[in-house]
């Protein structure tokens, strides 16, 4: 088990532009999270999924933001028309839900500018 | 809802010297408390967290946290400062609500003079 792995490291875009990142979560995890962090701010949560199911969605995600899950397993995030205040680190978090609160692991996050 | 105060972006320590990062939060109800670590251009690494149990809480490089209820904290510290301990740290709170979704302070940047 390798972790949470999220591709692409790093993506620049021109505004105006569609990008979709992916996530692969630990292989038995049931939940995966989206965090967006921005410079010189903690990170801010934007959308959970159990399984293949979306289940909370910040008021954070506008309508240019999507997320999907389609399989229970990786997510895709895709950031529709970006717009240069999009830029930012999107972290992806996974975690299995069965015991007490246990620990979410994140991903090394997808660095995202738009020009 | 639940929030989380960190004081001071950035924290400048001497090698050897105590690390004190402060962290304040609040919830509605009893909290689960983290404290994660995150270098240059990479994700977060869990440093230790309090659910339930004693309030003081030991976790990896040496580092340990109180979670005292009466002053809503839970402050992070370490006896001696290695210089490897530069990098960002993160206070977070959950709320054993179902989502477990984490709510972060804005972080503290830690820097090692030698």
């Known amino acids: 088990d390798t972790g949470v792995s999220q591709n692409p490291r790093h993506k620049i875009t021109k505004r105006g532009q569609n990008v979709t990142f992916r996530c692969d979560p630990i292989?038995?995890?049931?939940?995966l999270y989206w965090y967006r962090q921005t410079l010189g701010q903690g990170p801010e949560f934007l959308t959970y999924?159990?399984?293949?199911?979306?289940?909370?969605k910040s008021r954070l995600l506008s309508d240019r933001f999507s997320a999907e899950r389609p399989k229970g397993s990786f997510s895709t995030l895709e950031i529709q028309r970006t717009e240069q205040g999009d830029s930012a680190m999107y972290l992806c978090a996974s975690r299995q839900t069965t015991g007490e609160n246990t620990e979410a692991f994140f991903g090394q996050g997808t660095r995202l500018t738009v020009v | 809802a639940q929030s989380v105060t960190q004081l001071g972006s950035h924290v400048s320590v001497s090698e050897g010297a105590l690390v004190l990062l402060r962290c304040n939060y609040s919830s509605s109800v009893p909290p689960y408390l983290f404290w994660y670590v995150q270098y240059p251009n990479q994700g977060l690494q869990l440093l230790l967290k309090y659910t339930t149990g004693a309030t003081l809480v030991k976790g990896i490089n040496g580092f340990e946290a109180e979670f005292k209820k009466s002053e809503t904290s839970f402050h992070l510290t370490k006896p001696s400062a290695h210089m490897s301990d530069a990098a960002e740290y993160f206070c977070?709170?959950?709320?054993?609500?179902?989502?477990?979704?984490?709510?972060f302070g804005k972080g503290n940047q830690v820097v090692v003079i030698p």
């Open positions: 292989s038995e995890h049931n939940r």
């Open positions: 977070a709170v959950s709320e054993f609500d179902g989502n477990n979704r984490l709510a």
């Open positions: 999924f159990q399984n293949e199911a979306q289940l909370e």
